[in-house]
């Protein structure tokens, strides 16, 4: 079994910063990626942020482009999210997905299907 652990989430005011953590345990897997999907109230899974385990390779949602940072420790197994200029549209259920095997299209990275293991969330709220 693997396991993925979202923390840092909360409640913050517009403009404010949150860093959000994933800590992978358990079985061991050939790690390819990770990434960040969120989900608010009545709309679908959205993809946030990714970043390629090897090599770094990052990629990001236009919402979020500019703001948002996405980050590793490879030694940690953890991926960060640093949200900085927080807005009340980025309120949303947060969730760390972690993509096991090789390379495949990049733009593999930004979809939910491509992620073989997720963490049950974290809640993100931001007030105006």
């Known amino acids: 079994q693997v396991q993925l652990v979202e923390s840092g989430g909360g409640l913050v005011q517009a403009g404010d910063s949150l860093r959000l953590s994933c800590a992978t345990s358990?079985?061991?897997?050939?790690?390819?990626?990770m990434g960040w999907f969120r989900q608010a109230p009545g709309k679908e899974r959205e993809f946030v942020a990714s970043?390629?385990?090897?090599?770094?390779?990052?990629y990001y949602a236009d919402s979020v482009k500019g703001r948002f940072t996405i980050s590793r420790d490879n030694a940690k197994n953890t991926v960060y999210l640093q949200m900085n200029a927080l807005k009340p549209e980025d309120t949303a259920v947060y969730y760390c997905?972690?993509?096991?095997?090789?390379?495949?299209?990049?733009?593999?990275?930004?979809?939910?299907?491509?992620?073989?293991?997720w963490g049950p969330g974290t809640q993100v709220t931001v007030s105006s």
């Open positions: 997905a972690a993509r096991a095997g090789y390379a495949t299209y990049s733009d593999s990275y930004t979809r939910a299907p491509a992620y073989d293991y």
């Open positions: 358990g079985r061991t897997f050939r790690r390819d990626a």
């Open positions: 970043i390629r385990w090897s090599g770094g390779n990052t």
